[in-house]
């Protein structure tokens, strides 16, 4: 028996301190931008949303210059403009040709979406890129001090998921013009963070044995992502849930004054509720393969229930009940944004009471 | 479609993730609600119907999840069977009852069964209609060009130089990713045909992961074993400490290998906030498949267990096993070798108990009660009097104090080796603390003893599962063919060329999307204006006049 000192896997001192200052940076910053958002959304104007570049529904996304079938009817699918001269360069026929344009006729379903918008919000989603880019130093700052994989207890994770989440928002504002989501989406993060700078700091320092392997930078990561991009959708939903209120309100011919009137069409959240659901449920699968891979490396089997596993299990389900009501009749709507909600509420217990409830083989916080 | 099924029925079982079921045409069910005065047979159709339909099988999946929800809050057999037992301890009336309803052995329970297997037969009810419809779809020719393609949902059309057959021609290539087939002057293409299948696939690797799992249940076995430094272990019923087959395990015939752990590593965490934590446990292990086979070895750690004749061995935990020399009140060696110690579990000091019994020792039997100390520092107690404690978990300064009793230890019962059974014994003393090398002499001259050192253990776990790599295999297919039905769009395309009044052809092309994505628009729109700009390149297309070849 050979008994060893382990002086040399002291964390560095000067970077673990630098990665402490970028909590504190980079949560100033995200609760700047959850302010700045939380004003787009109350005093914007409600402005119509380009139809083009709406989230696509259930599939890949769409080429960057290509048209969508964004509006409410016949829509001018021929934006990619129509070259007029261009067949001028072919020569005599060339008069006979202007009858190889091209007439489109497109039958769209997608109604009218809109948002509350004001500068402020372009803004603010610059500011949320100023606290990604402190999110990112501060992780690759506390992974260089401890060298190694910079998720290994229960704040790490909380900073991390912070991190997939505002990337998947801002992917979702860059690209599907969701900017409207960035008060729904902030506010877990900033709580998630201030909760977890409060209570759940801890020093930056090495992981207990079961957590020396690869697949931590599989099992760990790949549920990272999922939990961020379930944020994302659990956020939307609970907005589409305010704002069809409002909406069957407004059916009733009841006024709808505040901020609920100024809420984004719920067509709208619930395709983009149901965006993330489509994107993080298979690596959520993934995630919980990886960990049965890793369990089975790791304590002798590949699926024992533990608590974390049940309730990973129990996530699952729950969201692969969400994908399927939204093709039942019955469910569809506010029914599936339920199950939807429920679904994060899982995931949160998951990530929370299980680790400070019960006791279980995942128990390193 | 995914929207038709009525109210009173609501039976219709629809695609899994939005759009209308390409396998609508197998569903046995219409919109038909409780039989009224049916014959047997029709009773059980209805009830087919029933459970396999959507909103049973949501159903299903509920009570699934909120099955799983007791289990993670109440102490399971399956994972802890001593906290189920400290359960019993602590509520003596309340746990009786939740035994009633298997609250202890949730996940092995009939009503838990009896929920997945009812989903599983929904599933399979749903699923083996709609393989087969979608077979019959893959082998059938893409469907007949509609007559009016001005009402798709997406269309467009133009005029060219070229001849029709040029265009139907042209429309092939541009169309390459479509299966097509030719209908008089116009071709019909049909796409994305992996959404149901990956739906198809991911369903059956879903039974096929269940089927793994039982398997494993019924054919694998687990055994715990500890194993002391130098010691060797062989794969026999006998060798292990604990042993928990399967219900169809052979336990006759367990893989014969065999092994040594030849040395025990163990590096805890020495200075700071982390003072203490482990750092990390390796044990050097030679092996063998089969007696008489190579030896090989294998460094065992936390996440590299030795995987031999089928069998994976994990290293599960690790403490200390002092070593004592007993001689008797004849001054006869009646006992020398290491004894384990169990640590205990909340002590982050690893301070451990343990007995040493010696029933053969002269001229009465001799048993002690120890506790072993890996750094043992003299510290004040709460009661202000000094005690001694282990301040870390590696053996830096270890120590073992120990009580020795004299009598009969009634080896003569099954008993615990780690609990030394008093009843018939008289008490002799409290040593003091003892290290490495000291003799402490009984009193009355029962003997002595000395601690003559200490060795590392290990505990181990032996398990054989035949279900696990089927199991992975089939949550591989799962995600590969959830893949398929999150992300493939089911779409329908077609070109028609037909001549115009004026001699030019008139090109119409149309596209459906069997789910609704803006994407498909899109790719519908690129493909007809490839087409036509590749008429307009088209020599071949030049007008009219222009010969044919």
């Known amino acids: ?365 | 479609m995914a929207t038709t099924s009525t109210r009173k029925g609501g039976k219709k079982r629809t695609d899994g993730t939005g759009g209308p079921a390409a396998g609508d045409g197998a569903d046995a069910a219409g919109g038909a609600g409780a039989p009224g005065g049916l014959s047997p047979l029709g009773w059980a159709r209805w009830a087919w119907r029933i459970l396999t339909s959507m909103r049973t099988a949501l159903i299903l999946l509920f009570l699934l999840a909120l099955g799983a929800i007791p289990g993670s809050m109440l102490p399971q057999r399956v994972v802890s069977p001593d906290q189920v037992a400290q359960y019993y301890t602590d509520n003596p009336s309340l746990a009786p009852w939740l035994e009633r309803f298997y609250l202890f052995d949730v996940y092995s329970s009939p009503w838990y069964a009896a929920i997945y297997l009812l989903l599983f037969v929904s599933l399979t009810g749903c699923v083996i209609p709609r393989a087969l419809a979608h077979l019959r779809l893959v082998r059938a020719r893409p469907p007949k060009t509609p007559r009016n393609l001005g009402r798709m949902p997406y269309s467009a059309r133009f005029t060219t130089g070229a001849e029709p057959e040029r265009v139907l021609e042209q429309g092939r290539s541009v169309f390459k990713r479509y299966r097509l087939e030719r209908y008089g002057d116009s071709l019909s293409g049909e796409a994305g045909y992996l959404r149901e299948a990956g739906n198809v696939i991911f369903h059956i690797a879903l039974l096929g992961l269940l089927v793994s799992l039982a398997a494993g249940y019924a054919f694998g076995y687990r055994g715990n074993m500890l194993v002391v430094e130098g010691d060797g272990f062989a794969n026999t019923l006998t060798s292990y400490d604990s042993f928990y087959p399967g219900v169809a395990a052979d336990q006759d015939d367990l893989a014969p290998f065999s092994f040594t752990l030849d040395s025990f590593d163990a590096k805890f965490v020495e200075d700071g906030g982390f003072s203490g934590q482990a750092e990390s446990f390796a044990g050097e292990m030679t092996y063998k498949d089969h007696p008489g086979g190579p030896e090989r070895h294998h460094t065992l750690e936390v996440n590299k267990p030795l995987s031999v004749g089928g069998v994976q061995v994990y290293l599960l935990g690790h403490a200390y096993a002092p070593e004592f020399e007993v001689r008797d009140g004849e001054g006869e060696v009646v006992f020398d070798q290491p004894v384990p110690f169990l640590p205990r579990s909340e002590d982050p000091g690893k301070t451990a108990d343990g007995v040493v019994k010696v029933p053969d020792a002269l001229p009465e039997g001799l048993g002690f009660e120890g506790v072993f100390l890996p750094t043992a520092q003299e510290r004040t107690g709460e009661d202000g009097e000094p005690e001694l404690a282990s301040v870390f978990p590696g053996a830096e300064d270890p120590a073992v104090t120990l009580t020795a009793y004299s009598g009969d230890l009634g080896m003569r019962q099954a008993q615990s080796v780690y609990q030394l059974d008093t009843s018939r014994m008289e008490e002799l003393g409290e040593s003091g603390t003892l290290r490495p090398g000291d003799t402490w002499e009984l009193p009355d001259g029962a003997g002595e003893v000395t601690f003559t050192g200490y060795k590392d253990f290990a505990t181990l776990q032996m398990t054989h599962n035949p279900g696990r790599l089927p199991a992975l295999l089939s949550a591989s297919l799962a995600v590969l063919g959830l893949l398929g039905t999150l992300f493939v769009r089911p779409r329908r395309a077609w070109v028609r060329a037909s001549a115009g009044p004026d001699g030019r052809t008139v090109v119409e092309v149309a596209g459906l999307g069997k789910t609704e994505s803006t994407a498909n628009g899109q790719e519908f729109h690129r493909l007809a204006t490839e087409l036509r700009d590749r008429l307009r390149e088209d020599p071949a297309a030049d007008g009219p006049a222009s010969s044919k070849e």
């Open chain 1, 1 to 365: 028996m050979v008994y060893q000192l382990a002086a040399e896997t002291a964390a560095d001192q000067g970077l673990a301190s630098y990665s402490d200052h970028l909590i504190i940076a980079m949560i100033v910053a995200y609760a700047v931008a959850l302010f700045l958002f939380a004003l787009e959304a109350a005093y914007g104007r409600r402005t119509a949303l380009k139809g083009d570049r709406l989230v696509p529904v259930g599939a890949a996304a769409p080429a960057a210059a290509a048209p969508g079938a964004g509006g409410s009817s016949t829509v001018d699918l021929d934006a990619v403009p129509e070259p007029g001269g261009g067949t001028g360069g072919d020569g005599g026929t060339g008069g006979d040709r202007d009858g190889d344009d091209l007439s489109v006729s497109v039958r769209g379903s997608e109604p009218q979406a809109s948002a509350s918008r004001n500068v402020l919000g372009a803004i603010a989603v610059a500011v949320t890129g100023v606290g990604f880019l402190l999110n990112l130093a501060q992780i690759v700052t506390r992974g260089l001090a401890a060298d190694r994989w910079p998720w290994g207890n229960m704040f790490e994770f909380v900073v991390a998921i912070s991190l997939c989440s505002v990337a998947a928002f801002l992917y979702a504002a860059l690209r599907y013009q969701a900017r409207y989501l960035g008060t729904f989406v902030l506010l877990p993060v900033v709580l998630l963070l201030g909760i977890a700078a409060r209570w759940l700091y801890t020093e930056t320092g090495p992981l207990v044995p079961a957590l020396h392997s690869y697949w931590i930078a599989i099992h760990v990561s790949a549920a990272i992502v999922a939990t961020g991009a379930f944020m994302v959708s659990g956020a939307a939903a609970i907005t589409y849930l305010l704002s069809h209120r409002t909406e069957a309100k407004r059916a009733m011919g009841e006024r709808v004054a505040g901020i609920a009137a100024k809420l984004p069409s719920p067509e709208l959240l619930d395709r983009v509720s149901h965006r993330f659901v489509v994107i993080a449920f298979p690596l959520w699968t993934f995630a919980i393969i990886a960990g049965a891979i890793w369990a089975d490396e790791a304590w002798g089997r590949f699926w024992g229930w533990d608590p974390k596993e049940v309730w990973s299990f129990i996530t699952w389900v729950i969201y692969a009940a969400y994908l399927h009501a939204r093709a039942t009749a019955g469910w569809k709507g506010t029914r599936s944004a339920w199950i939807g909600v429920l679904g994060f509420a899982a995931l949160m217990f998951n990530f929370f009471g299980v680790n400070y409830m019960f006791s279980g083989l995942h128990s390193y916080a």
